[in-house]
């Protein structure tokens, strides 16, 4: 089987990539690229963990095929802060202990951006939605659910 040629954008950087047709953008991002914030905890697009953003839409990175990144853009965990500078979501993580073993965090944080991308005034109940495909199984889900809503906040604050 022949490898395919890949031209795509990867957190605002162009970049190429040879890979087997049958080959998830999740493997081609760790095993290829180094870009290994991105974790895989299921395989199967039950868990979360492997969340990206690719043309602006949440996807489980294990079930993409890295041929269908062609021409796309592709946003992963390390594009979330700004050099040493994390963002805001990263920070309230940090000061709300939303994290403990690290392998859900990635794909929480990928999520929790998209949806205060698109709604910096959810509820309660609509972040818990909107963060219903991430799966936890160290933290429960509370401290993840405040550390969003202070974002959001704080957000709102720096909007007025």
């Not at 605002?12 to 690229?33: H, I, M, N, S, Y």
């Not at 040493?84 to 990928?110: N, R, S, V, W, Y």
């Amino acid at each position: 089987m022949s490898k395919l040629h890949v031209t795509t954008t990867i957190n605002g950087e162009p970049t190429e990539f040879l890979c087997e047709p049958t080959q998830a953008v999740l493997d081609v991002l760790r095993d290829q690229l180094g870009l290994t914030g991105t974790k895989e905890g299921c395989g199967s697009g039950d868990c979360g963990a492997c969340t990206i953003m690719l043309d602006g839409r949440m996807v489980c990175s294990c079930l993409v095929l890295g041929a269908e990144a062609e021409g796309k853009k592709i946003e992963t965990i390390e594009g979330m802060a700004q050099g040493d500078h994390l963002h805001a979501l990263q920070k309230k993580f940090i000061e709300f202990a939303a994290l403990q073993c690290g392998i859900c965090t990635p794909g929480f944080l990928m999520a929790s951006r998209a949806l205060l991308e698109r709604n910096n005034n959810p509820t309660e109940t609509e972040v818990r939605y909107w963060l219903a495909g991430n799966l936890c199984r160290c933290t429960g889900y509370d401290k993840i659910v405040r550390a969003v809503m202070e974002v959001a906040a704080d957000m709102r604050g720096a909007a007025r």
